[in-house]
C-alpha cells in the first residue's frame, strides 16, 4: 500500500515536501503499525506515539484530510495513496510533530480543575448516578487536539478563541454537581471571542476519536448563559 | 565538568509525569516547594493513563471491609514477599487518599447513596480469606486516566513546573553519594540541560517493553531503573515481573480484570469454565499470577480455542449490554476497534500478556531509596527517592493484586513527598555540583553520535523483546534461563555496535528510542539474572524444576548490581506497623 507522508527537518530542508512509501500491509493494521514500518525503512522519519490503543492521545493527525488518531485508524479502509500530515494550523517541529502549545495554554486558561469553596468533607462528596451522569462525553477527553486542530475558527484565532477541547473541559467543570465556580467560569468566557467564535461548524465533533460532542458541550454554555442574562 | 551546559535549580526534581510523579508533586508544590517535574512525553499521555479497573481501599461502600482484610489480601497475593509494614501504610491510608482524590475531581463511578461505586477485583475476600470482597474504586473502565487528569489538573492549579518532553538521562551522584540531579535533553531541541535539585525523585514507571507482547505503551522502558543501575544503585526482586491474564489474545492490549470483576468468566474450548478447576473458590478472580498459570496450561494441553488452539475466551455477554456500556464502555470499544467484534454479543479471545514490573528500585515506606552501600543492607541513599511501579517498596512482592498499583503510585508518591518536604528542611542548600557523572552522561549521549556500518537500533530491540518473552516467561526452569542470560548479555554487545543513521538535533526520536533500549537492556539483564538465581517458584516465578515455594531459603528479596552482574538478597520485613505479622501460608484460592 502507497502512503503519502509529509516531511519536514528544519536542519535540512527548505521547505516541506510529500515523499512516498510502500508498506506491505496485513489484516488487522493501524495506521501506527504503517508508519513504525515507515520509520524502519527511514530512521529519520518522526511522529508522536506512545499507548497504541486510543488513550494517550499522542498520535493525531491528518489522515488523508480529517485529523484522527494513528493508532486506531484502520489501514484498509483509507483511499490509497494515504496522505499524512501533521495536525493543521500549528507550527511544525518536524515531520508530522507539531507545537502543541498554544492548545496547552488555552486548556489551561479555563482553570480545568475542580473548584470548591467549603470546607471539605471527611468523606467523599455526594455525587447522584444521574448528577455523575452529566459527566459522561466529557470527562473522556485526551487532549490529542484533534478538535480544536480541525476548527476553522481556532485557526484564525487561536490565541483568543479557547477552541473546542477547552471548551469541553469547560463544561466538564460547570456540568459537575461538585463544582462552585460556575458564574466565575461563565464570566470568564464572556466576550466575542473566547468562547463566541464558535460558529457551530461541528468539525471538532466530527473528528473526534473518542467521540465526545464538543459542539453540544459549547452550545450547553451558550445556554446557560443566555439563561442568566434573560 | 563540563561547564559549557546551562543549569537550572530546583529544590526538587520529579522524573516521570504519571500518577506517582504528580502526586508527589502536588504534595510539594502545596507545600511551597520549588518543583520541577520532567516527563518525556506531555503529562497526561503518561502510561497511569491506561488504567482501567481501579484502585483498591476498604471504603466498604459496598460490601463489609477494612483495610486490615486489605493487607491480609495484599500480602498473600504477594506470596508472602511483600514487607508487611509498608503494606499495612498502604492499606490504612488508602481510603483517605481515594477521598482525597475524588475531591480533587476525580469522577469516580457512584451507587445510588451517591457514594463511589466499588467493584470486585482478584484475590480480594472478606475476613481473611472469606467470601469475596468489593473493594476497587473505579471510573467505569477509565480509573487511570481519571486519576492521572485530576492530577495533572491540580498541578496547573498548583502552579507546579513542567519540562515537557524532556528525556532524563542519567543522576547526578557526588562523591559522598548525594544525588544532585539529573542530566536531561530537551527533545525538541537536543540540547542537554542540567537540571540541579537538593532531591530527586524518580517516578519512571515500568519496563513492560523488555517483552514483546505487553500491555504497555511505547514509553515504559524502565528509564529510571537503568538510571538506577548506572548510578550503582542494586535493583530489587527483577525476577517477578506480572503477566495480566486476559491480553487481547496475539495483540496484548489489556482488558481489565474489572471485565471479570463485574461478573465475566473464562472458557476453554470445550467450553467448561476451566478457572473452577484450578481455584475452587474464587475461581475467575484468583489471583492474576494463577489465573495467567491456568491459562498457559489449558493452551499447553491442548484446550485452547480457534484455529491454533492458542488462546481462551473471556465471556461477558451474559452481563448485558446495560452493565457493559456503563462499567466497560473503554473495553468495549477497544475490542469493537481491534476485533471487530463486540463483547455485547461474542466472547473475546484473550491471552495471558506482559504487563507489571513488580520489581524495582529498592525504597523504604516514606520513598527513599535504600541499598546495602554502607554498613546494612539498607542504607539511605541520600537526596534520592522513588516511588509507583519503578520503586519496589515491596508492597506487591512476588505478584501484585489488581487496582493496588494506582493506590501505590498515590500512596507514596505522596508519602515521598512529604518526606522530601522534610529532606529540604535539613538540607537547605544546594550541594556543590562534583563528580563525573555529568561528563559521564555526555559521553552516553555522544555514543550515538558515531557514525558508519553497524546494527540497527530496532533490530537489537526487537530480538531483546523476543528473547526475554522466549527465555523468561511464565514457566521458568534452570536451563532456559541459562541460555536466556547468555543470549541478552550478547544482545547487550550487540548494542554497543550498533549505530544511528539519524544523527540530527531537533525532535530526533531515534535517537531517544537508542537511549532507551540502553535502559530495557539493563532492566532485561536484570530480569533474567535474578530469575536464574531464584530456585523456587513464588508468585510470577514459576520454575517447573522447583515447583514449590521454599520459605527457608528464599524468603527474601533479591538485589541486582550493575557492576559484574552481582546479586545480593536482604530479609523480608515481616513486622508490621501495629499488628501481628501474617506468617507464610500455602497459598490456595
Given at each position: 500500500?502507497?502512503?503519502?507522508?509529509?516531511?519536514?527537518?528544519?536542519?535540512?530542508?527548505?521547505?516541506?515536501?510529500?515523499?512516498?512509501?510502500?508498506?506491505?500491509?496485513?489484516?488487522?493494521?493501524?495506521?501506527?503499525?504503517?508508519?513504525?514500518?515507515?520509520?524502519?525503512?527511514?530512521?529519520?522519519?518522526?511522529?508522536?506515539?506512545?499507548?497504541?490503543?486510543?488513550?494517550?492521545?499522542?498520535?493525531?493527525?491528518?489522515?488523508?484530510?480529517?485529523?484522527?488518531?494513528?493508532?486506531?485508524?484502520?489501514?484498509?479502509?483509507?483511499?490509497?495513496?494515504?496522505?499524512?500530515?501533521?495536525?493543521?494550523?500549528?507550527?511544525?517541529?518536524?515531520?508530522?510533530?507539531?507545537?502543541?502549545?498554544?492548545?496547552?495554554?488555552?486548556?489551561?486558561?479555563?482553570?480545568?480543575?475542580?473548584?470548591?469553596?467549603?470546607?471539605?468533607?471527611?468523606?467523599?462528596?455526594?455525587?447522584?448516578?444521574?448528577?455523575?451522569?452529566?459527566?459522561?462525553?466529557?470527562?473522556?477527553?485526551?487532549?490529542?487536539?484533534?478538535?480544536?486542530?480541525?476548527?476553522?475558527?481556532?485557526?484564525?484565532?487561536?490565541?483568543?478563541?479557547?477552541?473546542?477541547?477547552?471548551?469541553?473541559?469547560?463544561?466538564?467543570?460547570?456540568?459537575?454537581?461538585?463544582?462552585?465556580?460556575?458564574?466565575?467560569?461563565?464570566?470568564?468566557?464572556?466576550?466575542?471571542?473566547?468562547?463566541?467564535?464558535?460558529?457551530?461548524?461541528?468539525?471538532?465533533?466530527?473528528?473526534?476519536?473518542?467521540?465526545?460532542?464538543?459542539?453540544?458541550?459549547?452550545?450547553?454554555?451558550?445556554?446557560?448563559?443566555?439563561?442568566?442574562?434573560? | 565538568?563540563?561547564?559549557?551546559?546551562?543549569?537550572?535549580?530546583?529544590?526538587?526534581?520529579?522524573?516521570?509525569?504519571?500518577?506517582?510523579?504528580?502526586?508527589?508533586?502536588?504534595?510539594?508544590?502545596?507545600?511551597?516547594?520549588?518543583?520541577?517535574?520532567?516527563?518525556?512525553?506531555?503529562?497526561?499521555?503518561?502510561?497511569?493513563?491506561?488504567?482501567?479497573?481501579?484502585?483498591?481501599?476498604?471504603?466498604?461502600?459496598?460490601?463489609?471491609?477494612?483495610?486490615?482484610?486489605?493487607?491480609?489480601?495484599?500480602?498473600?497475593?504477594?506470596?508472602?514477599?511483600?514487607?508487611?509494614?509498608?503494606?499495612?501504610?498502604?492499606?490504612?491510608?488508602?481510603?483517605?487518599?481515594?477521598?482525597?482524590?475524588?475531591?480533587?475531581?476525580?469522577?469516580?463511578?457512584?451507587?445510588?447513596?451517591?457514594?463511589?461505586?466499588?467493584?470486585?477485583?482478584?484475590?480480594?475476600?472478606?475476613?481473611?480469606?472469606?467470601?469475596?470482597?468489593?473493594?476497587?474504586?473505579?471510573?467505569?473502565?477509565?480509573?487511570?486516566?481519571?486519576?492521572?487528569?485530576?492530577?495533572?489538573?491540580?498541578?496547573?492549579?498548583?502552579?507546579?513546573?513542567?519540562?515537557?518532553?524532556?528525556?532524563?538521562?542519567?543522576?547526578?551522584?557526588?562523591?559522598?553519594?548525594?544525588?544532585?540531579?539529573?542530566?536531561?535533553?530537551?527533545?525538541e531541541t537536543g540540547e542537554p540541560l542540567i537540571i540541579e535539585a537538593k532531591a530527586t525523585l524518580l517516578a519512571t514507571g515500568g519496563a513492560g517493553q523488555i517483552f514483546?507482547?505487553?500491555?504497555?505503551?511505547?514509553?515504559?522502558?524502565?528509564?529510571?531503573?537503568?538510571?538506577?543501575?548506572?548510578?550503582?544503585?542494586?535493583?530489587?526482586?527483577?525476577?517477578?515481573?506480572?503477566?495480566?491474564?486476559?491480553?487481547?489474545?496475539?495483540?496484548?492490549?489489556?482488558?481489565?480484570?474489572?471485565?471479570?470483576?463485574?461478573?465475566?468468566?473464562?472458557?476453554?474450548?470445550?467450553?467448561?469454565?476451566?478457572?473452577e478447576r484450578y481455584a475452587p473458590n474464587a475461581k475467575d478472580l484468583a489471583s492474576r499470577d494463577v489465573v495467567s498459570r491456568a491459562i498457559y496450561t489449558e493452551v499447553?494441553?491442548?484446550?485452547?480455542?480457534?484455529?491454533?488452539?492458542?488462546?481462551?475466551?473471556?465471556?461477558?455477554?451474559?452481563?448485558?449490554?446495560?452493565?457493559?456500556?456503563?462499567?466497560?464502555?473503554?473495553?468495549?470499544?477497544?475490542?469493537?476497534?481491534?476485533?471487530?467484534?463486540?463483547?455485547?454479543?461474542?466472547?473475546?479471545?484473550?491471552?495471558?500478556?506482559?504487563?507489571?514490573?513488580?520489581?524495582?528500585?529498592?525504597?523504604?515506606?516514606?520513598?527513599?531509596?535504600?541499598?546495602?552501600?554502607?554498613?546494612?543492607?539498607?542504607?539511605?541513599?541520600?537526596?534520592?527517592?522513588?516511588?509507583?511501579?519503578?520503586?519496589?517498596?515491596?508492597?506487591?512482592?512476588?505478584?501484585?493484586?489488581?487496582?493496588?498499583?494506582?493506590?501505590?503510585?498515590?500512596?507514596?508518591?505522596?508519602?515521598?513527598?512529604n518526606h522530601i518536604i522534610e529532606f529540604l528542611e535539613e538540607n537547605r542548600y544546594h550541594r556543590p555540583l562534583t563528580g563525573d557523572s555529568v561528563d559521564k552522561a555526555?559521553?552516553?549521549?555522544?555514543?550515538?553520535?558515531?557514525?558508519?556500518?553497524?546494527?540497527?537500533?530496532?533490530?537489537?530491540?526487537?530480538?531483546?523483546?523476543?528473547?526475554?518473552?522466549?527465555?523468561?516467561?511464565?514457566?521458568?526452569?534452570?536451563?532456559?534461563?541459562?541460555?536466556?542470560?547468555?543470549?541478552?548479555?550478547?544482545?547487550?554487545?550487540?548494542?554497543?555496535?550498533?549505530?544511528?543513521?539519524?544523527?540530527?538535533?531537533?525532535?530526533?526520536?531515534?535517537?531517544?528510542?537508542?537511549?532507551?533500549?540502553?535502559?530495557?537492556?539493563?532492566?532485561?539483564?536484570?530480569?533474567?539474572?535474578?530469575?536464574?538465581?531464584?530456585?523456587?517458584?513464588?508468585?510470577?516465578?514459576?520454575?517447573?524444576?522447583?515447583?514449590?515455594?521454599?520459605?527457608?531459603?528464599?524468603?527474601?528479596?533479591?538485589?541486582?548490581?550493575?557492576?559484574?552482574?552481582?546479586?545480593?538478597?536482604?530479609?523480608?520485613?515481616?513486622?508490621?506497623?501495629?499488628?501481628?505479622?501474617?506468617?507464610?501460608?500455602?497459598?490456595?484460592?
Open positions: 500500500m502507497r502512503f503519502s507522508i509529509y516531511r519536514y527537518n528544519p536542519e535540512t530542508d527548505n521547505k516541506p515536501y510529500m515523499q512516498d512509501f510502500e508498506v506491505v500491509v496485513n489484516a488487522g493494521m493501524m495506521l501506527r503499525d504503517a508508519l513504525l514500518n515507515i520509520k524502519e525503512q527511514d530512521e529519520s522519519f518522526t511522529f508522536r506515539h506512545s499507548c497504541g490503543e486510543g488513550v494517550c492521545g499522542s498520535d493525531a493527525l491528518n489522515i488523508n484530510g480529517t485529523n484522527g488518531l494513528a493508532c486506531i485508524t484502520p489501514i484498509s479502509p483509507l483511499k490509497e495513496p494515504v496522505e499524512v500530515r501533521p495536525l493543521p494550523g500549528r507550527p511544525v517541529i518536524r515531520d508530522l510533530v507539531v507545537d502543541m502549545t498554544q492548545f496547552y495554554h488555552q486548556y489551561r486558561s479555563v482553570k480545568p480543575y475542580l473548584i470548591v469553596h467549603d470546607p471539605e468533607p471527611e468523606e467523599e462528596y455526594r455525587q447522584s448516578p444521574e448528577e455523575r451522569e452529566k459527566l459522561d462525553g466529557l470527562y473522556e477527553c485526551i487532549l490529542c487536539g484533534c478538535c480544536s486542530t480541525a476548527c476553522p475558527s481556532f485557526w484564525w484565532n487561536p490565541d483568543k478563541f479557547r477552541g473546542p477541547a477547552a471548551l469541553l473541559q469547560s463544561y466538564r467543570f460547570i456540568a459537575d454537581s461538585r463544582d462552585q465556580a460556575t458564574a466565575q467560569r461563565l464570566e470568564e468566557l464572556e466576550g466575542p471571542y473566547r468562547l463566541f467564535r464558535c460558529h457551530t461548524i461541528m468539525n471538532c465533533t466530527n473528528v473526534c476519536p473518542k467521540e465526545l460532542n464538543p459542539t453540544k458541550a459549547i452550545g450547553e454554555i451558550k445556554k446557560i448563559m443566555l439563561k442568566n442574562n434573560t | 565538568m563540563s561547564s559549557s551546559i546551562p543549569v537550572r535549580r530546583f529544590d526538587t526534581l520529579v522524573i516521570g509525569a504519571g500518577g506517582g510523579g504528580l502526586r508527589a508533586a502536588l504534595q510539594l508544590a502545596q507545600a511551597e516547594s520549588h518543583v520541577a517535574v520532567v516527563s518525556k512525553v506531555f503529562p497526561t499521555r503518561s502510561h497511569t493513563v491506561a488504567a482501567q479497573g481501579g484502585m483498591n481501599a476498604a471504603l466498604a461502600n459496598v460490601l463489609p471491609d477494612n483495610w486490615h482484610w486489605h493487607m491480609f489480601d495484599t500480602i498473600k497475593g504477594s506470596d508472602y514477599l511483600a514487607d508487611q509494614d509498608a503494606v499495612e501504610y498502604m492499606c490504612r491510608a488508602a481510603p483517605r487518599l481515594v477521598v482525597e482524590l475524588e475531591h480533587a475531581g476525580v469522577p469516580f463511578s457512584r451507587l445510588d447513596n451517591g457514594k463511589i461505586y466499588q467493584r470486585p477485583f482478584g484475590g480480594q475476600s472478606q475476613n481473611f480469606g472469606g467470601d469475596q470482597a468489593a473493594r476497587t474504586c473505579a471510573a467505569a473502565d477509565r480509573t487511570g486516566h481519571a486519576i492521572l487528569h485530576s492530577l495533572y489538573q491540580q498541578n496547573i492549579h498548583a502552579k507546579t513546573h513542567f519540562f515537557d518532553e524532556y528525556l532524563a538521562l542519567d543522576l547526578i551522584r557526588d562523591e559522598s553519594g548525594y544525588i544532585l540531579g539529573a542530566v536531561v535533553i530537551e527533545i514483546r507482547t505487553n500491555t504497555n505503551a511505547h514509553i515504559n522502558t524502565g528509564d529510571g531503573l537503568g538510571m538506577a543501575l548506572r548510578a550503582g544503585i542494586p535493583l530489587q526482586d527483577m525476577e517477578f515481573f506480572q503477566f495480566h491474564p486476559t491480553g487481547i489474545a496475539g495483540k496484548g492490549m489489556l482488558i481489565t480484570e474489572g471485565a471479570r470483576g463485574e461478573g465475566g468468566y473464562l472458557l476453554n474450548k470445550d467450553g467448561e469454565r476451566f478457572m499447553k494441553e491442548g484446550r485452547g480455542c480457534g484455529p491454533n488452539a492458542d488462546h481462551v475466551m473471556l465471556k461477558l455477554e451474559h452481563l448485558g449490554p446495560e452493565v457493559i456500556q456503563k462499567r466497560l464502555p473503554g473495553i468495549r470499544a477497544t475490542i469493537q476497534t481491534f476485533l471487530h467484534i463486540d463483547p455485547i454479543n461474542e466472547p473475546i479471545p484473550i491471552y495471558p500478556t506482559a504487563h507489571y514490573t513488580m520489581g524495582g528500585i529498592p525504597t523504604n515506606r516514606y520513598g527513599q531509596v535504600v541499598a546495602p552501600l554502607g554498613n546494612t543492607a539498607e542504607e539511605t541513599v541520600p537526596g534520592l527517592y522513588a516511588a509507583g511501579e519503578c520503586a519496589c517498596v515491596s508492597v506487591h512482592g512476588a505478584n501484585r493484586l489488581g487496582g493496588n498499583s494506582l493506590l501505590d503510585i498515590v500512596v507514596f508518591g505522596r508519602a515521598a513527598g555526555m559521553a552516553r549521549l555522544a555514543r550515538w553520535d558515531q557514525k558508519g556500518e553497524g546494527e540497527s537500533v530496532k533490530q537489537v530491540r526487537d530480538d531483546l523483546k523476543k528473547t526475554m518473552e522466549d527465555y523468561c516467561g511464565v514457566f521458568r526452569t534452570d536451563e532456559v534461563l541459562a541460555e536466556g542470560v547468555d543470549k541478552v548479555i550478547e544482545l547487550e554487545q550487540r548494542l554497543e555496535n550498533a549505530r544511528l543513521r539519524d544523527h540530527s538535533k531537533v525532535f530526533n526520536t531515534a535517537r531517544v528510542e537508542a537511549l532507551e533500549l540502553e535502559n530495557l537492556m539493563d532492566v532485561a539483564i536484570a530480569t533474567v539474572c535474578s530469575a536464574h538465581a531464584r530456585k523456587e517458584s513464588r508468585g510470577a516465578h514459576s520454575r517447573i524444576d522447583f515447583p514449590d515455594r521454599d520459605d527457608e531459603r528464599w524468603l527474601k528479596h533479591t538485589l541486582f548490581f550493575k557492576e559484574e552482574r552481582r546479586l545480593d538478597y536482604k530479609p523480608v520485613r515481616m513486622k508490621p506497623l501495629s499488628v501481628d505479622s501474617f506468617p507464610p501460608k500455602a497459598r490456595v484460592y
